[in-house]
């Protein structure tokens, strides 16, 4: 059973830093692409970034581009979120997501998911 388990929110100012790890267990992890999204307070999930399974490949939301970097360690079954200068606008409950296939391209579509975290939340304040 595959599960995805996500750390590292919590509070912070605007202008500040946070890294959220994703660690996944349940199968291989390295043949397969993951995905960052979030779900902003009375707002609909939206995609934030996503990593290619070799981690040659990544993409990104426009308001996160030069600010979050996402990256992943296949010996440590883990993916990261390192988020800067961060904006109130960037509160949300933060998603960690797995394509079922093995080899897929790094999606910014929620439908190429099938393995979701649980959430961890982010609060960013003025």
């Known amino acids: 059973q595959v599960q995805l388990v996500e750390s590292g929110g919590g509070l912070v100012q605007a202008g500040g830093s946070l890294r959220l790890s994703c660690v996944a267990s349940g199968r291989t992890f390295g043949t397969y692409s993951l995905g960052w999204f979030r779900r902003p307070p009375g707002k609909e999930r939206e995609f934030v970034a996503a990593i290619s399974w070799s981690g040659s490949s990544t993409a990104y939301r426009d308001s996160v581009k030069g600010r979050f970097t996402m990256s992943r360690d296949n010996a440590k079954n883990t993916v990261y979120l390192q988020m800067n200068s961060l904006k109130p606008e960037d509160t949300a409950v933060y998603y960690c997501?797995?394509?079922?296939?093995?080899?897929?391209?790094?999606?910014?579509?929620?439908?190429?998911?099938?393995?979701w975290g649980q959430g961890t939340q982010v609060t960013v304040s003025s």
């Open positions: 997501a797995s394509q079922r296939q093995s080899y897929g391209l790094a999606s910014a579509s929620g439908s190429a998911y099938f393995y």
